[in-house]
């Protein structure tokens, strides 16, 4: 039995999805990192119960954090895009978090901007208050060792291929790193949309990114560009293709991300069939529904799509790219940190 709903939520349906993969389909899998991390600040009295923690969110973490703060007696305060819908605005309001949402914006630059401004703000009128930097604070990966040894008893043998929408990078790079410490051979797939930074796509826009969530318009220093083996990026079409046909095949209702990671499952098994599949479904469909979903006749038959293969990141081009990771003119390659080190 649960003390709480939030260590209840968190735990994910294991699935398996023909041919030879498995799905990880959470309700919230940011409940990992915000329960992994609250626990972590309390335990090292760098926080107490009735002390407030903020940070910026688009929606899913928003609840993650809320949902932890209300399990360990702490309050919550949520710099908010304009993308936090109505349900989880009232769920917030009830659960005791305070949200305020940042003007209407252009892009996801302007409003990921916005948001770490009003949190800097709101810092200097209230010290006490602790930042919880999903982006950049390395507590955020502690959390998902529960999902690293979930998958060594449920896939106990063999080798692993990872696949997973990378957005603060904690996720995919955490388990993958949990598995590899345990001794498993795990290649690691990271998923992205075009436009995002985080891998070098920023050249190449998609004014449908809907799938913000799995990148981003500023760096995000928790992403270890090192984890990762291969790289797709794909765009809004496509991920709601391979949502569709997700939900179709296995029964499975989950967003975007979890399209695109399952098309780049596909396609990575087509090239190395000796590994099990592991990809991640981090969250429902429900946000989606009309913005994706709704829009199912137009889904393209996965049969026939498959990736741009490319050697460097100027070669990227909708609807899908893939490439081996890191490029052969790459940063890593020459020693140089793709990121600023250290945490803001």
């Known amino acids: 039995m649960h003390e709480h709903i939030a260590e209840a939520v968190k735990e994910p349906d294991v699935v398996t999805v023909p041919p030879g993969a ?26 107490s119960p009735g002390d407030t923690l903020i940070d910026s969110s688009s929606g899913i973490y928003a609840h993650a954090l809320a949902l932890a703060c209300h399990r360990h007696g702490l309050k919550c305060h949520i710099v908010g ?39 800097g703000e709101l810092l200097r009128e209230n010290p006490d208050y602790h930042w919880m930097r999903q982006y950049h604070d390395s507590i955020h990966y502690l959390g998902y060792r529960d999902v690293a040894d979930l998958i060594g008893k449920e896939v106990p043998e063999g080798a692993l291929a ?78 709601m293709s391979g949502a569709v046909e997700l939900l179709r095949a296995s029964g499975i209702f989950a967003g975007l991300s979890a399209g695109a990671a399952y098309l780049a499952t596909l396609w990575e098994r087509r090239r190395d069939d000796s590994r099990t599949y592991v990809f991640l479904a981090a969250d429902t469909g429900h946000r989606y529904v009309d913005s994706a979903y709704a829009h199912h006749d137009r889904a393209r038959g996965l049969g026939a799509m498959h990736p741009h293969e490319v050697t460097e990141q100027q070669e990227l081009r909708h609807p899908w790219s893939t490439m081996d990771w890191p490029p052969r003119d790459s940063a890593l390659l020459r020693g140089e940190p793709l990121l600023v080190p250290g945490a803001v």
């Open 162 to 239: 990872l696949v997973g929408g990378v957005g603060t990078g904690a996720s995919t790079g955490a388990i993958a790193t949990y598995l590899r410490e345990a001794g498993r051979d795990v290649t690691l797939v990271g998923v992205q949309p075009f436009g995002s930074v985080t891998f070098g796509a920023e050249h190449v826009s998609d004014p449908d990114m809907i799938i913000a969530g799995i990148g981003s318009s500023i760096p995000f220093r928790n992403v270890r560009h090192e984890l990762y083996d291969r790289i797709h990026w794909v765009n809004f079409d496509y991920a």
């Open 22 to 47: 498995v799905c990880l389909r959470f309700e919230t899998m940011k409940l990992y990192s915000a329960l992994g991390a609250v626990r972590h600040l309390l335990d090292t009295g760098r926080v």
């Open 81 to 119: 895009s304009t993308t936090v819908d109505r349900t989880l605005r009232v769920q917030l309001q009830i659960l005791g978090a305070t949200l305020e949402q940042v003007r209407p914006s252009k892009n996801l630059r302007l409003d990921q901007n916005l948001r770490v401004e009003r949190i």
